[in-house]
């Protein structure tokens, strides 16, 4: 591997994209098939980061029900009543089993308006308004201050948002890897395209 690409384990972050309650449950209104199955190697992923002291960012979405802050292509369908990660509402949440105590709740007030939500020592949570989880977030300021240049990608579902955060951590030069056993709707040609701008795929 390009030493320029490797990962930097003494300053790396995981990063769980959409792995919430709406886009991941069994019938769930937007469920992205693989996600839950996906779950037991994001869990495992998790707890390694969490026993090295190592950052985890749960990057969410959230849908007002007016649809003013979803993508062009969810809008109308958000707007005629389809309730999709709402906030305060179960199916937002994350998945319970991604979360370091059971009680811990999105606040989603604080999310919309940018702030990241601190969870645990070294576990936050933080909104993304479009696919790419670095468009109009405070997520690269928050990476640099904590002097963080490695970042490891899971969750849901890699065509959209998953390859989007991937590719603007690439123009941002931040070292990647993909956890290929770890994200749901994950594809060979996707896959090469990712190891083509130097990201690492690799089971967890």
Same mark, same amino acid.
């Given at each position: 591997m390009?030493?320029?690409t490797q990962l930097n384990p003494k300053a790396v972050a995981l990063m769980t994209i959409d792995v919430q309650n709406d886009f991941t449950m069994p019938g @769930?209104?937007?469920?992205? !098939? +693989?996600? *839950?199955? &996906?779950?037991?190697?994001i869990v495992q992923l998790i707890q390694a980061f969490r026993h090295a002291a190592?950052?985890?960012i749960h990057v969410v979405r959230l849908y007002l029900p007016d649809g003013s802050?979803?993508?062009?292509?969810?809008?109308?369908?958000?707007?005629?009543? @389809?309730?999709?990660?709402? !906030? +305060?509402? *179960?199916? &937002?949440?994350?998945?319970?089993?991604l979360k370091p105590t059971r009680s811990i709740r999105l606040d989603a007030e604080r999310l919309l308006q940018g702030h990241v939500q601190q969870i645990d020592r070294q576990e936050f949570i933080m909104?993304?308004?479009?696919?790419?989880?670095f468009y109009r977030t405070p997520l690269e300021t928050f990476l640099r201050e904590r002097q963080i240049d490695s970042l490891v990608f899971c969750g849901c579902n890699f065509p959209n948002c998953p390859r989007m955060s991937i590719y603007e951590a690439s123009e941002r030069d931040f070292r990647?890897?993909?956890?290929?056993?770890?994200?749901?709707?994950l594809y060979d040609q996707g896959l090469r395209e990712s190891e083509r701008i130097g990201v690492f795929g690799s089971d967890p």
């Open positions: 390009d030493t320029c @769930a209104p937007a469920e992205v !098939p +693989g996600t *839950a199955e &996906a779950i037991p190697k190592q950052p985890v802050n979803a993508e062009l292509c969810r809008r109308e369908a958000i707007r005629a009543g @389809a309730q999709i990660v709402q !906030p +305060g509402s *179960a199916g &937002a949440e994350l998945v319970e089993a909104y993304k308004l479009r696919w790419g989880a990647i890897a993909l956890a290929t056993d770890a994200v749901s709707g």
